[in-house]
Structures are given as C-alpha cells and as structure tokens.
C-alpha cells in the first residue's frame, strides 16, 4: 500500500538542477533506502517531502491526498517526521528540551510545559536506542554522534507514520548502528514506512527493503534490495565500474614522527595514552561514542589543554598551545562537526580550501589568488567537489561536497603529521576510494596519518595499525594484519 | 543543586555583583537603606524594568530593539494628549499600550515577516519616531493636565503602589510564561536557531513578530507609567532609554545572539545598573562617573562569564572522565 508518493519533482537552484522530474514511491511498514552521489538530490527530495524546500513543480501525495501548502509544521501534523543530514539541535537548550520542542502539538497560546514529563520522555527514547545522554544536558556540549542520536530520539518521539532518515549513521559507531537497526525494524513491524538515505552500501542489505537511486536529480531505477548487489547499486550510482577494493599500498616505514607518551587531559576526559606514528604509516582510532576519539584529536591540536604526558613530533619534545602553532608544527586536523568547525559555510569554495594555507599563497604582493584558483580547481576536481562555480558559497553544496572542501583545506597545507576525523562521513563511494587514494599518497610522500574513523571496514581497509579506544584512553592495539571486525568491537565495549 | 549553579551560573554571577556593591553601600553610607531612599529608587527604576522585560524577549528571540526609547517619548505624549481630551485613565492605559503594540507591530512586520536585519529597522524607527514627534509638538511639553492623571488622581503613596503593584504583575506574568509556556519555550528555539526552529514545525517569522508586539505594548506600560509621576510631559524623554534596557539585558546574563538568558537575571541587571548612580552619590563620588562605571560592569558582567565558563567546563570534565566507563 502507497503511503506517501513523490510526483515528479523538480527543484532548482539558480540553474542548478536539484531535481528533474524525480518520482518516488513508499510503502507502509517498509524501510526504503535512497542512494546516489554526493550532489545527486537525496536530501532536497526528502526536504521536498517534507515542506522544508519547495518544489518548483510536481506534488507531495500522502494516502493519494495531495499536499497543498507543505511546510515542516504541515508535514509534521501528518505525521512525518525527519532527521535531516545538517543536524538541527538548538545548542542553548537542553536534550530534553530539544527532544519535546515542536512535538508538544497543544495549539493553544496557553499550552503548559511539563518539565517532568519532558525529561521522563527524553529518557525513554534515548535509551530505547541505546544512548547514554543525560537529558538535561546543553545540546551545545554534545559531540557530533551524541548530537545524532538525539536527533534520532527526536524523531522517535514524533510517533510518526513517516520517518524519513538522512544519513543517520553517518557519524555513528557499529554499536549505535545496532541499537537504531533494531529500533527501525521494530518500527517498521509496526507498520511505519521509513526512507533511509546512507552512503554506507554495506549496511543497506540488513535494513531496507527496497532501494532508489537517484543520478543527477533523477530517480534512476527502484528494486527490491535483495534483487541488487551492492556492486550493481554502484553501477546505477556512478555510471560505471568501481573496484570497492581499498587501494591499500605497502609504503617502507620511515622513521617515528609522531609520539605521544603518558598523554592526557582531564579536561578532555584522556589520560594514559601512549602512541607513536611513523612516517608513510596510517594508524586508526576505533572506540564507541564518548570513548575519546575526538578528545584526543582535539587536545593534540592545541584545543584542548594536555595536563599529563609528552608529545613529541621527530623525537624532539613539543608543546601545542593554539591551533596555529600545531599548523606552524605541519600538524593538521580535520574536525569532526564539519557544520561547525569544517568549513566557513558563507564563504566560497575556493577561499575554504585555502584557508589554513593563507601563509603560503600572500606575500609582499598580498593574496595570490591565480594559485588559490588553480589549488581549489584541483582539489573540487580530484575529490568531485559537485558546483557550477568554485566561488560558490559553500553552504549551496550538499553534505558529503561540503565534507570534501573540508577535507581538501588541510591536504593542502602539505601537513607531516595529518589527523583526519571521520574523513569520509557522508561522502559517496567514488570519492570515499579517492579521498582513500590520496592518503595512500600522502603515506607514500612520508606523512604520518591519525585516522579516527567509526567505519570499521574503512579502518581495517586503510590503516597499518588499529588502536581501540575506551573510557579515555586507549585499551588495545592491534596489527593491520591480526585486527577483526569482532576484536575490534570487543575491545572497544571493553571485554 | 549542581545544574541549578550550571543553568544560572550568570544570573549568580550578577546577583553576586549587585549583593557586593550593596554590602559596600552598607558599610561606608548605611543612610542608602532609609526607606524613603529606596522607595525613591525603585519607583524610579520600574519604568526601565518594564522596558528591560521586552528588551529581554527581543534578545531571546535573536532581534535588537533600539527603538524602544523613541517610542517611549511618542507613548508619554499621546498618554498626555488622551488624558486631556478628557478619556477615563483605564481607556488611556489600554490606548497608549495599543499605540505602542502598533509601533512594535510595524518593527515585527519588518523583521519577522519581511527579514530585515532588526538593527537597521529599528535604527530607522529610532530617529523617525523622534523626528516626527518633534516636529509634531515642536520641542513643547504637554502641561495643563486632568486632575486623574498624576498618580491616576490616588496621591503619590497610593500611586506608587499602584505603579509597583503592575510592574510586579508584568514581571511576574512574563516571566512565569518563558519558563513555563510552550510560546515562552518557543522564543528560546527560535533565538537559538532559527532554521532549526523552522524544519521543527515552529512559524519562527511569527513568533519574532509578536515579540516586537509585546515589547511595544510594554513600552506603552512603561511610559504611562513613568508619565503619572508628574505633572506635565516633556516631549523628549526616554532619550539613552534603549541602552539602559539592552545593558540590563546583558548584565543579567542573556547572550546578544539569542537562545539564552532570564528574566530574573534581566531584574538583577535593572537592579545594579539602576543602584550605581544613587549609590555613588552616597560613596561621595562624583556622579559623573555613574556611566563610566556602568560600562565596567557591562565589561566585568561579561569577563566574569567567560572565567565561570572556564572553572564550569573542567569541573564537567572531570564529571565526565569517571562516569563514562565505555
Ligand atoms: N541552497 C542551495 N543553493 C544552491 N544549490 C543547492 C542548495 N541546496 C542544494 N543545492 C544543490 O543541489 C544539488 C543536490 O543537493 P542535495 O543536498 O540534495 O544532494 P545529496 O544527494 O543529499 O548529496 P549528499 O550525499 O552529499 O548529501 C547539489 O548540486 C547542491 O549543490
Ligand atoms: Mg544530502
């Protein structure tokens, strides 16, 4: 039975074609995936769904009745509710109050909140999936998976018939994963229908039931999920063949760059941590949410103050105190909440891929904006940055360009020791094999690269060393060649 | 008790300052404390407060209003005009309130609904209203007032107390409504993000145009109120008035970009800001130095948030290494 149907859509934005006449079509009680490139016009077909954008032409049918008028307020009275991919929290307020905002529908002017009962509801949702978030946190203090999750309690709340997801997982790790998987077959038993857009294929075979994919705002083909492997899926996605093998190299391993001995931080929450990083080798992070992944990153950078231990970069003792004395150090660092401290949404394409290079490219004569052009057209092009124009705002970009922009701003500051956080959320599987070619690169140049990563095929398939993160600090390392999906896990929940 | 120190860590922060200054005040001129002294004062202060209640929803919203004291001056002389054509007090009252809602509506419309940057609109109705005022009355007070109209014709005692007992009112109303109404939770999430607000089902152009509403309808308490305490009615006043609310505002610990603040805290800022200039006259200084030292408060307000934030944040850390085993 159709619930909710797409009718030709079409969507543009100054010439740019979102969407072109794209039609789709769910079911009641199925999960439906939504795959296609970084750029292809999943999140603006469910944000036409639901009234956050609309189309310029084509119409919204829910039962068969059309919807006139959409807006958010609209479709969520209907009944569909939606976790968009750019996280929506309000920062000041709290989780619980996050949670209950907009989903106390009582109308009247006079409506009263229920404290209680608003933190009695926060706790259920969140710990019907899992997540340990006290709710009467400030949504400002939580990380960027904690920030999903709430969003996924969110929704829940909502108790909608229609529960549209914009790559929930993008940031989660395999143990959330889990708990939401379980959560959406339980509702979809219950008869809700469900989209579910993710750029990880490898999970779509255990949740969806069927699967569109969308190509350049067209909604290419529809099948059931078990009629397509996930190399078909990418054929329809990319247009071509891809060899979904990591391009993993060999690089002889230089001398040791990177040293961390005893190192902490109370404040981040680390402590104890012992690593080292030689050059040409990649070493991943694997660990739950709210082991200390970030932490870690963050107070190696200089944002967070160390109170314990040494850091040594080529043997000789460092001490980081601001972000741009890391970067004077050639250290660099991709930030995990891309939204927040990735990019500079209003500023264009080109000066964010430049921006933490501005040393390198003025001089006695100012800016040198012919190389700035030349880096940014490089970059866009290796990385299938999607735009008209490279002086674009980067906030007309979908999610996984911006998260390429993000990423291409520290490849060009030509780092020695290069931390990348969640590298590839978000990005489609074309670019994710070449953002993985370009590290190879990079290891081969002799850098020595940090990846924290909660995809684990990703870590396994990039990295030479896997160190497993718990409670702050780091509880196992593991040899390219012993580390498991499973000991991985175990390792991490603490076994 | 811990989250309770977290959530108001500004507003303790201000109360702590306004405690300090009044412990002082004790010490070196205990007179400040003479009953008619402090009745003087806060009479004197309520106008300001009523003012500072709107300024509070229009910076939770995310919006500035700097127009608030050009429409004050246009409140107090159409106040004085009405009362001498003869309408009965209570009809002034509601009348004045409604000319203030229509200029806050006009601020509204431009901001909420048409996306105007509120600082420029309001920079705009700041001059327009006063010109067109003056150019209006040509500079003249509005004397020869009715009987009723001073103190609503009650004495200035019985007066007083009226004018205390609807400033408490207001005070009280608005801010049990933000703590505890789903419109006053509104307000917070769209000053917080309002595109969040938007994708969550909330009409945030709507909610930003009623703010405006509400605090054009106080500024219309506000200068009646401040109008009945004398006998004729200068065509110039509430000059500086806007300033006075929005660094009260931000005293009392709301932040300028919206989603955050109290109204207890806005109370605590009226109160110490409001404090200083008498209290200096007591200490034997020069009151020249009142606006002087308001800035430092204003500064100090904000540089005691910033250091509170830093002793907070480890204090949370340290929470968060021992409880998060996995
Ligand atoms: N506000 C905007 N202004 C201009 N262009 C936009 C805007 N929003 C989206 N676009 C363009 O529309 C196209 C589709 O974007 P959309 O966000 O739907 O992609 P997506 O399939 O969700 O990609 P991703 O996998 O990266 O999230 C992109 O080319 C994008 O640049
Ligand atoms: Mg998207």
Redesign the pocket.
Same mark, same amino acid.
């Given at each position: 039975m159709t619930l909710l149907k797409a009718d030709h859509i079409t969507k543009s934005? *100054?010439g +740019?074609? *979102?969407?072109r006449d794209a039609s789709f079509e769910l079911r009641a009680g199925e999960v439906h995936a939504l795959v %296609? /490139?970084? %750029? *292809?016009? !999943?999140? @603006?077909?469910i944000?036409a769904l639901t009234g956050a954008v609309i189309p310029d032409s084509g119409e919204i049918l829910l039962d068969g009745t059309r919807i006139t008028e959409n807006s958010p307020g609209i479709s969520k009275s209907l009944g569909i509710a939606a976790i968009y991919?750019q996280p929506a929290l309000f920062p000041e307020l709290t989780v619980a109050e996050n949670i209950a905002i907009g989903q106390e529908r009582d109308g009247s002017v006079f409506g009263m909140v229920n404290w209680a009962r608003r933190k009695q509801r926060a706790k259920e949702l969140l710990d019907r999936i899992g997540a340990r978030i006290s709710p009467e946190q400030i949504a400002a203090e939580l990380s960027m998976p904690q920030q999903q999750l709430v969003e996924i309690a969110r929704a829940l709340g909502a108790n909608a018939r229609v529960l549209v997801l914009? /790559?929930p997982t993008a940031s989660l790790s395999e143990d959330d994963t889990r708990n939401l998987f379980r959560v959406i077959r339980e509702l979809r038993a219950s008869g809700v229908g469900m989209i579910y857009?993710s750029?990880r294929l490898e999970e779509l075979p255990a949740i969806a039931d069927r699967v569109t994919v969308?190509r350049d %705002?067209q909604t290419i083909d529809t099948h059931e999920m078990a009629d397509v492997s996930s190399k078909q899926l990418i054929q329809l996605m990319v247009g071509r063949e891809l060899s979904g093998v990591f391009p993993k190299r060999e690089v002889p391993r230089g001398e040791v760059v990177f040293e961390l001995r005893g190192f902490g931080s109370r404040e981040a929450g680390i402590r104890g941590i012992d690593l080292t990083i030689r050059a040409g080798e990649i070493v991943g992070i694997a660990g739950l949410v709210g082991a200390g992944r970030t932490e870690l990153a963050k107070t190696i950078f200089g944002l967070v103050p160390p109170d314990t231990g040494v850091m040594l970069l080529r043997g000789k003792q460092i001490t980081i105190g601001h972000p741009s004395e890391a970067i004077d150090l050639h250290i660099s660092y991709l930030p995990e909440d891309r939204r927040r401290h990735g990019v500079v949404l209003d500023l264009p394409i080109s000066s964010n891929i430049t921006l933490a290079s501005l040393k390198h490219l003025s001089g006695f004569k100012g800016m040198n904006f012919r190389k700035e052009k030349e880096i940014a057209a490089e970059y866009t092009r290796r990385l299938g940055v !999607? @735009?008209p124009a490279i002086y674009?705002a980067v906030?007309?970009?979908? $999610? $996984?360009?911006?998260?390429k922009v993000a990423l291409s701003r520290w490849l060009v500051t030509q780092p020695a020791v290069l931390i990348l956080d969640e590298p590839t959320q $978000? +990005?489609?599987v074309g670019s994710k094999a070449e953002i993985h070619e370009l590290m190879m690169e990079l290891a081969e140049q002799g850098v020595a690269i940090l990846m924290i990563s909660s995809e684990l095929p990703e870590l396994l398939g990039m990295c030479d060393r896997i160190a497993v993160m718990n409670g702050g600090t780091i509880a196992k390392v593991f040899d390219r060649t012993d580390a498991t999906q499973d000991l991985i896990l175990s390792a991490a929940l603490g076994h | 008790m811990a989250t309770i120190g977290k959530t108001y860590r500004r507003e303790i922060s201000a109360a702590a300052a306004l405690a300090a200054l009044l412990v002082i005040v004790a010490i070196i001129a205990p007179s400040f404390f003479a009953p008619g002294n402090l009745r003087d004062l806060i009479v004197n202060n309520l106008p300001t407060l009523l003012i500072a209640i709107g300024m509070t929803l229009v910076i939770l919203v995310g919006q500035i209003d700097i127009s608030v004291g050009s429409q004050f001056a246009v409140c107090s002389v159409a106040a004085g005009v009405l009362a001498k054509t003869g309408l009965p007090m209570p009809l002034v009252f509601v009348a004045v309130m409604l000319i203030g809602g229509l200029m806050g509506a006009l601020n509204g419309t431009l901001i909420g609904w048409m996306k105007l940057p509120s600082i420029i609109v309001t920079l705009a109705m700041l001059v327009m209203w006063r010109d067109a005022l003056r150019w209006i009355t040509e500079g003249a007070w509005v004397q020869g007032l009715p009987e009723n109209f001073q103190w609503f014709g009650l004495g200035q005692s019985t007066g007083e107390i009226v004018i205390f007992m609807i400033s408490l009112l207001l005070f009280a109303v608005f801010a049990w409504s933000l703590r505890n109404l789903i419109v006053g939770r509104t307000v917070y999430a769209v000053g917080s993000d309002a595109e969040a607000a938007r994708l969550a089902g909330i009409n945030s152009p709507n909610v930003v145009f009623w703010v405006f509403i509400i605090m054009g309808g106080l500024v219309g308490v506000s200068a009646l109120l401040n109008a009945i305490r004398f006998s004729a009615i200068p065509g110039n006043s509430g000059v500086g008035l806007e300033l006075k609310a929005i660094a009260a505002v931000v005293v009392g610990g709301a932040a300028i970009t919206g989603g955050r603040g109290t109204l207890i805290g806005t109370l605590i800022g009226v109160a110490l800001l409001g404090t200083i200039g008498t209290a200096l006259t007591f200490l034997g200084i020069n009151p020249f130095w009142e606006k002087a030292i308001q800035g430092a408060i204003i500064l100090a307000a904000l540089a005691s948030d910033v250091a509170l934030g830093r002793l907070e944040k480890n204090g949370r850390s340290d929470l968060a290494a021992t409880t998060s085993p996995a």
């Open positions: 934005y *100054a +740019v074609h *979102a969407l %296609g /490139e970084n %750029g *292809a016009g !999943k999140s @603006t077909l944000k991919q914009d /790559e857009i750029h969308l %705002g !999607k @735009t674009n906030s007309t970009l979908s $999610g $996984g360009n911006q998260q $978000g +990005v489609d | -």
